[in-house]
């Protein structure tokens, strides 16, 4: 009888331990998956220009969004047909910006249109 109640008990024992061949794999529990960047897709954007510097673009969108756009040496800027440089681009004008998303997803801008302008030639008077 001792000898039953010992090999139960050694039983439930042996039953409640793991053995290393059991555990669970799991993968780390903050690893999250990231979309990859989405290539030849070229999205436009229209709005008035805040800020311009030689690494990023603001620009104030049509619906008042502040956004922010990365400028290299592949980002061209046109006044019409021609060809400026981005220091050249006058605040407060109004732009469209065409860009792509980068390796780590941020925005980054091909070319930028600034829209004709609104002002009269020098040359001219209205009566």
Avoid: W, Y
């Avoid at 529990?29 to 220009?49: D, E, W, Y």
């Avoid at 061209?76 to 440089?85: P, R, Y």
């Amino acid at each position: 009888m001792r000898r039953g109640a010992v090999g139960v008990a050694i039983v439930a024992l042996l039953g409640a331990t793991q053995l290393p061949a059991q555990r669970g794999r799991r993968g780390a529990a903050s690893s999250t998956m990231n979309a990859p960047p989405l290539k030849g897709v070229t999205i436009s954007f229209h709005g008035t220009v805040k800020e311009v510097t030689k690494k990023l673009m603001l620009l104030q969108a049509d619906d008042n969004q502040l956004m922010t756009f990365r400028c290299t040496s592949k980002t061209k800027f046109f006044d019409g047909d021609q060809n400026i440089k981005g220091n050249e681009v006058d605040l407060d004008s109004a732009a469209t910006v065409d860009v792509v998303e980068d390796n780590d997803l941020k925005f980054l801008a091909l070319t930028v249109r600034l829209d004709p302008s609104q002002k009269k030639p020098h040359g001219l008077i209205t009566r």
